[in-house]
């Protein structure tokens, strides 16, 4: 018979606590249904009921979280999930690591900060070194991110220009079938680029930077023979770039600049004959100096939390299919 226990924690403050609780004690019925125990409220007090081991975890959920609230920061699903998980695994010295920061602040007020440790690893690589690699799945901030952290060197004028590319790879970067001049071709790949700035700097800001060149949106086939000084520079989707593609670009680098590179490995749109130049750079550069290389994982994605489901779901397949692969390619051996 398992050893049932009881644990209590205190909030500081009753604004804390219904931040914690959620919309309809949507998070505490989370914590509950997670771990498995029964979480009662009386004033600033919580009492856990539960199997021992687990309410010692839901308490631990509960204090990482309140002390995230404490501190002014949002407390969402996406939150108390990324919490739930830390605690499960046995990473509770990176709760506190998780309110830091603010990287840049929207053009209707909001903070943008890391929501996850991974994320906050990302960011202070950013800030430390001159080429910053981040590689990771959908919807784990890595564009986003890099967008923030380029406007904010931009408004300390530790910059003078953005400068934002990726290659058209679905059309082999010939784009002679879209209609349009050549803006319009090239805005569809460039969109998930231009709603960052939008929802950095507003529509009004951003056209104004454009028009004076301090912006640049573009594909990556504008950026050969360039020298880029000055200029905080992010190449996104790079697992789409070739590596002749992905050495000129690194090339561009100028004085008092800063690169970024984007992408994710497991979403290469290249022919098969084709090496990502994002693989081949993380090989070759991963023990340069000034070079950092970030790998985010499905426990940094900010989106809905199904897409954190799909992202494992695929994970778990290719290693299946990776595993039937070499078990095949050994039998044929043995013969």
Same mark, same amino acid.
């Given at each position: 018979m398992t050893k049932q226990a009881e644990r209590i924690v205190n909030a500081e403050r009753v604004e804390d606590l219904i931040s914690v609780f959620g919309s309809f004690d949507e998070n505490i019925r989370r914590i509950e249904e997670t771990f498995a125990v029964t979480i009662v409220n009386r004033e600033t007090e919580l009492k856990i009921s #539960? /199997?021992? /081991? $687990?309410?010692d975890k839901a308490a631990r959920t509960l204090e990482g979280l309140l002390l995230l609230a404490a501190k002014g920061e949002m407390i969402d699903e996406q939150r108390v999930r990324y919490l739930i998980t830390l605690i499960s695994e046995g990473n509770d010295e990176q709760v506190a690591q998780m309110a830091k920061d603010v990287v840049c602040i929207t053009a209707k007020g909001k903070p943008i900060k890391a929501k996850t440790v991974g @994320? @906050?690893?990302?960011?202070?690589?950013?800030?430390? $070194?001159?080429?910053?690699? %981040?590689? #990771? =799945?959908a919807g784990t901030g890595k564009t986003y991110l890099a967008v923030a952290a380029a406007v904010a060197a931009?408004? /300390?004028r530790t910059v003078n220009r953005i400068i934002l590319t990726r290659p058209a790879v679905e059309a082999g970067e010939r784009l002679g079938f879209l209609p349009g001049d050549l803006q319009n071709k090239v805005d569809p790949y460039l969109r998930p680029l231009y709603d960052a700035l939008y929802d950095m700097l507003g529509a009004e800001t951003f056209q104004k930077y454009q028009e004076r060149g301090s912006i640049e949106v573009a594909p990556l086939a504008y950026m050969r023979g360039r020298t880029l000084d000055d200029s905080f520079i992010i190449l996104d989707e790079a697992q789409n770039t070739t590596k002749e593609q992905m050495k000129m670009f690194l090339t561009r680098l100028g004085f008092g600049s800063k690169i970024v590179i984007? #992408? &994710?490995?497991? @979403?290469? &749109? *290249? =022919?098969? &004959?084709?090496?990502? %130049? *994002?693989?081949d750079a993380i090989r070759v550069l991963s023990d340069v100096k000034d070079i950092a290389v970030c790998k985010l994982t499905a426990a940094d994605v900010v989106r809905h939390a199904l897409v954190q489901e799909i992202i494992s779901a695929y994970e778990r397949a290719d290693k299946a299919q990776e595993t039937s692969k070499n078990n095949k390619k050994n039998m044929q051996q043995r013969k």
């Open positions: #539960g /199997e021992a /081991e $687990n309410a @994320q @906050q690893k990302y960011i202070k690589a950013i800030m430390k $070194n001159t080429i910053t690699i %981040g590689v #990771g =799945p931009f408004r /300390e984007t #992408g &994710d490995v497991t @979403q290469i &749109d *290249l =022919p098969a &004959d084709k090496t990502s %130049g *994002l693989k």
